[in-house]
């Protein structure tokens, strides 16, 4: 079976957040693997917004550009996305349209008329939808029934009622034109997204305490921790701003807590100068940059790959940091743990890069297995010190770290450059520069725990895609789809950006690197590292995530 | 039972000599004894000014982090580790200018925290700029012609959202300053402490000046009348009432939705979360 794509289009608040989340519970409840991604505008009410789901055997966590189904709600959506709809595709909408491809359904109308009141109408068109693709009515109607146990037998009832009259209009309607089926299959996939996963994982790597000012598209991290705060147990707050939250979770850190914050590039821009304070006072402190389109507010409800250079330069003065950005809601939760590990055993910040594309989108998978990498802590311990000191000088360049209160030793933390009990320093000829050695030496080890990329395809491959973070199932969609056309492509994906892995590029391969933003500022970073040159680009900045097709269509423009 | 010579800090004090910050450290430690808290239960945090240098001048735990951001990093080691007495030593510009919004959110929030604050009316590191306590009029060295704007009256502004203990001392009146940081430590949710301390350096007025304005409260005076308190907290001028302006409470403090359903305890006495745990809600999203 070829993987079907559904575009749910509406005006925000219309209903395509329902319809969408509920397409992919079905979906996965008829044992397929979904992958799904939105895209809105950022307001309330109106506009015009997509949810788009992929449905398939296997899972293929990557957005497609053309639909088969388009479920259109109003008249501009129609007008936004036919454009998207493949030849052969349908269009489900209560709009009319005597055109073979259209089944004109007037959800609102039916649903006031047969079932008493329009707001009826959503379960209605989920209704159509199961019946074009060829969904099973009952299974469905259990999902149904769960999704709205909560509201009462009546409503259960209603919904049932629309959902049934939804169906059976549509397959009166489709005749021959739905050619779609999705029988039960046994399977069952883990789908969530990376705003899930982050927060779960946190907080198994320890993160007691986590504070943050709302920014589209990170808050779902916040949100995640303060709805599970009884099972999860993390101090959850609220800042006043983002200068607040950075300063909030270095105190926390401080004190023994393991902490974090979440922001997007504007929030970010205020944190720089407590990510700079933790690297002086060597406080751990994880901070995800969820990236949206820049510069200054952008296009806040969309995704980008725009601050991979700012989070590797972030802060001022001269200081170890680390910046990581996975590839799906898996490696985005290997990477939390890993981030908080790193963070302890360095004492240092560390960013986790993800984008509005990561942050809400929906991944598939068989297994969901992440404990290859376990919470390590790195305390000191009380008992082995003469005398205490916070910043001792050490071969490492780390030194012993204890919190305040743990025993009779006393902690001092100093954004001042200082000597080793944490005090105030002007000795410019011994202590300041040792002290900004010791902080340095701690990059050389971290560069030690980094992973080379990703290689896949590389041999044999009469070029590589190289890519970074959210791009990975679209790149390496993009090299089976070239593939099956005879053009062999490679792929070298990186997810740990700073400090860059030691590596040695394949010799005499032509590079092209795949972002998704304007200047290309993974190729200036690793033109810097490694020496490289690249033979093309594909670059993507218009809000959108990169696909398979976009970056197969670049390619050929760029190459015959 | 702690003594002075505890809190003993070896490190070079950085101050003019005959600052009034000395009064200020002084009384730090008096009330420390008094208190009875060993060094190691107290942390300091501080941001950047000559009065956020204190710290460094005290014997125990301190985080002296950023200009501004003393408040929040406060809030964070409150929240990790409750049972330690934090205590936040500011400047007037790092508290009410550069970390302003802070300071505002935290008298909503009510953290059972101490903040006090160095009045000197001026930005006396950065070599004598306004404040935003700086009296309209008063030339500053950027103020050539006097500043222009009325300064910021910030106790008033701390009963007004809630702040439940507001006290003004004197850099001088060590005792008395003593006592209210013991009463300002001791007192259940956010206390503030602001200091007067002229500074001798960048100041307008000698010590004279302040010496001869300076009144504590009458003793049959009641700290718990909202009213009286706003006046005395906004007179400055012939007179500069000192004390225990306002005093209010208890009211529920920073946290203690989570204190009383996760745990009161520092949060890192919380059992590492269960593997199990953790799969059962994965299996949430396994659809
Ligand atoms: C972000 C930032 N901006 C500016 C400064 C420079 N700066 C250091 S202390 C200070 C003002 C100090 O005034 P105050 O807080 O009243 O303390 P005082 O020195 O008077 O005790 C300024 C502006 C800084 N360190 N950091
Ligand atoms: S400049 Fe003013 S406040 Fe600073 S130490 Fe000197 S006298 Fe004190």
Redesign the pocket.
Known sequence: MQDIHVIVAGAAGEGIQTIGDLLVRLAAAHGYAVFSWKEYESRIRGGQNRYAVRIGMEPVNAPLSEADILLALNKGALAKYEKLLKDNGIIISPEKDNRDRFLSIPFADIAKHEIGQTIYANTLAIGALVSALGMDLEITKGVVKNVFSKKGEDMIDKNIQALVEGFNRAGRECRDRCPWNLPLREDRYYVLTANEAIPMAAAYAGCRFISAYPMTPSTGIITFLAKEKDRLGVFVEQAEDEIAAVNMAIGASYAGARAMTATSGGGFALMVEGISLAGMTETPLVVVLAQRPGPATGLPTRTAQGDLLFAVNAGHGEFPKMVLAPSDPLDAFYKTVMAFNLADQYQTPVILLTDQFLADSHFSFKDFEPWDVTPKFHWAGTGNHNEYKRYRLTESGISPRLYPGQSKHLVCADSDEHNEYGHITEDLEKMAPAMAKKRMLKLDMLKKSVHPPEEVATKGADFILVSWGSTRGSVLEAISLMRGTGVKAGMIHFTELWPLPKYEFPRGKALYIVENNASGQLSRLLRSQYNISSRGFVHRFDGLPLTAGYIRRVYHEHNG | MSTMDDYQSDAEI???P????FGILQAFKKAFVSIGKDPHEICLVSGI???AKLPHYLKCNFFNGLHGRAIPVALGVHAANPDLKTIVVA?DGDCYGEGGNHFLHTLRRNPDITVVV?N?E?Y??T??QASPTTPKGERRTLQFNGVQVPPLQMLAVAILHGCTFVARGFALEVDHLQDLLVSAVEHPGLSLVEVV???????THPLKWYQERVRIVKEDYDPTDRSAAMELAMTWGETIPIGILYQSGPVETFGHDYRHTVTDRPLTELKPLDKGLMEKMLSEFRL
Not at chain 2, 18 to 21: H, K, V
Not at chain 2, 197 to 203: A, S
């Open positions: 950085q101050w003019c005959g600052c009034p910050n000014g000559q009065a400047g160095h000197n001026v006396a590191l070599k004598g301390q002229p500074c001798i350096t960048w100041g």
